[in-house]
């Protein structure tokens, strides 16, 4: 294996432990605390992941879907909001 192979590997590693991580309870509580969906970071994460393997249509598609998913949770949060 040459360093360019064993460098992608790595961060394949990197980025699958990323996944794991984020779906720990533990870190789906602490997330879920501060109002972070985890699934929208296990997208984001799957999106990275097909970028740095040249998947550019996967990668755009699951960080529009996470933009968009974004973007409604901040403007219901603000129709909640008191005036």
Known sequence: MNDR???????????????????HPDVVAELTARGINASLAIVSAEGVAAYVHGDKARAAE????????????????KAEEPS
Do not use: H
Not at 17 to 22: A, E, I
Not at 64 to 77: D, F, H, P
């Open 62 to 77: 699951d960080f529009s879907t996470v933009a968009e998913e974004i973007s409604t949770r901040l403007e219901r949060g």
């Open 5 to 23: 192979e064993r460098a992608m590997k790595e961060l394949d590693e990197v980025l699958d432990d990323l996944v794991v991580l984020l779906k």
